[in-house]
């Protein structure tokens, strides 16, 4: 029995249908199914004549979102391993590019002995765009028990590790992606994550599938031309682009707005529906399980996904009741094996088909989970324990501080205090905003607090914050502290 078809197989049949219909658009550049289709097939019969092999594994980075979806797409429908990183300043390139024998990138990198590098420039990009001849590839989709991705972990807490996905878990990725088959044609998807966000790719393959249209690299401004009607990205991602639109920007139609990878404040969750006349779905998940909550409400509680198991353990891996709250562990048809050559970390995550995250949460209800922030993002008030998140947002609001981060810190005289780096507002200054620090804390008790000013808060590629990097400022002051 021939195994399911791949997203490029699925476009195809829609091409050659309807060839004219849109499908892709970047900075201003646009193609239609049936351009796509051809960049899609000159792709895999390129990728077959350098030698790239059902299961060979390849490495794809940019600049240019949209040459990595067709290299991307185009090897997964010969039968080839992907992942995608970072063209400049990836810091777990070095260990990828161990894993794998083809590179494909806009820009140059150091490789192994024996990895094969393919540049994707201008040249390569116009070979791609010549009209198609009779030639075909043949298409050879990857068992659903196969390896079909190589993804990995945000890394906001350290070196991101990596995983091997198989086919069935990265179908199941790209299932969830279909928004409960809102994609269709007329769709006008905008994406504002890096396709090294795995979600980014599965997102952009559901869409293709249901006959929509991908956006790509869009800004703020650019909202009245690119029309979306439904956008995805990480909410600081959603924050940008919505404090760049243009002044009293209000869209045409509802846009179904989703989110993941953080807590959705109520500032943005009212600005989402102002602007785009529909609710947030603010999803959570994680790298290693796929999708876990549907959508979590302003509280950060939610429904679970169909098909998902979750169970919370207490400090010794014990299940604990509804209503207590501990380690989020889940079972999912889109879960990791392991973590690549970490055997240790592996053990202890991966436990008899179940991952034991480092999440923190409690169950409220029958299938309802209330998110309670990383377990190490946790931060010590009072005795109490509350989600970075939470502490973050209420500081938010205090009118010096446009953006802040917080953070568990040993001071010198070895108590743990709340850390905290903070953004100033436009015209602001660090005595206001220390003293409105000082204001928003009289409630919490006895507590110290170091403060460090910075022009932006550290972050990954993927917008999350380093959480490693806002350590080592809280642990270096500077001539940029202050006390509260």
């Known amino acids: 029995m021939r195994t399911p078809p791949t997203t490029v197989e699925l476009f195809e049949e829609l091409a050659l249908r309807e060839p004219r219909a849109p499908a892709f658009a970047e900075e201003g550049e646009g193609l239609d199914r049936g351009q796509l289709h051809a960049m899609l097939v000159r792709c895999a019969l390129l990728l077959q004549r350098l030698g790239v092999r059902r299961g060979d594994r390849i490495a794809v980075s940019g600049p240019g979102f949209g040459i990595q979806l067709v290299v991307l797409l185009a090897a997964e429908g010969i039968g080839a391993v992907t992942a995608s990183f970072q063209a400049e300043g990836d810091p777990d390139a070095e260990f990828l590019f161990s894993q794998v ?16 590098f393919q540049l994707l420039d201008a040249a390569l990009v116009r070979e791609l765009a010549q009209p198609l001849g009779s030639e075909r590839p043949a298409w050879e989709p990857l068992g659903l028990h196969e390896p079909q991705r190589i993804t990995r972990t945000s890394g906001s807490s350290g070196r991101s590790k990596f995983m091997v996905l198989s086919r069935q878990a990265q179908e199941q990725w790209v299932a969830t992606g279909i928004e409960k088959n809102t994609y269709r044609p007329g769709t006008r998807l905008l994406v504002l994550g890096p396709l090294v966000m795995n979600a980014a790719f599965t997102r952009s393959s559901a869409c293709l599938r249901r006959g929509g249209m991908v956006l790509a690299g869009g800004r703020g401004a650019d909202l009245p031309a690119l029309r979306p009607t439904h956008v995805w990205g990480l909410p600081l991602q959603l924050e940008t682009l919505l404090r760049e639109a243009p002044p009293g920007y209000v869209a045409p139609e509802p846009v179904r707005a989703a989110t993941v990878g953080g807590a959705v404040s109520p500032a943005l969750r009212e ?15 994680s790298n290693e399980a796929g999708g876990i909550c549907e959508e979590l409400d302003a509280g950060g509680t939610g429904i679970l996904c169909a098909g998902v198991e979750v169970r919370i353990l207490g400090p010794q891996g014990e299940d604990l009741p509804a209503g207590q709250a501990g380690a989020i562990a889940v079972r999912t048809a889109a879960l990791a094996e392991g973590y690549l050559q970490r055997p240790e970390e592996t053990a202890a995550a991966f436990r008899d088909g179940w991952f ?109 914050v380093d959480r490693m990097a806002l350590l080592r400022l809280l642990r270096e002051p500077s001539k940029r502290e202050g006390r509260a």
Request: aromatic share 6%; glycine share 10%.
């Open 356 to 464: 034991v995250s480092g999440d923190y949460g409690v169950l409220v209800g029958y299938r309802q989970l209330r998110l309670l922030g990383r377990h190490d993002d946790l931060v010590n008030i009072g005795g109490l324990k509350y989600p970075a998140a939470d502490v973050e947002a209420d500081l938010r609001k205090q009118p010096a501080i446009a953006e802040c981060a917080v953070q568990a810190v040993e001071l010198e005289d070895s108590d743990v205090s709340l850390g905290v780096a903070v953004v100033c507002a436009q015209g602001a200054s660090r005595d206001e905003a220390v003293q409105q620090l000082r204001t928003a804390i009289e409630g919490w008790g006895s507590l110290k607090m170091r403060v460090v000013f910075v022009e932006a808060l550290p972050r990954l590629a993927a917008g999350k």
């Open 271 to 285: 600005q989402v529906e102002r602007m785009f006349r529909a609710p947030i779905k603010n999803r959570y998940g």
């Open 101 to 116: 024998q083809w590179v494909f990138s806009a820009r140059e990198q150091v490789l192994p002995v024996g990895v094969r």
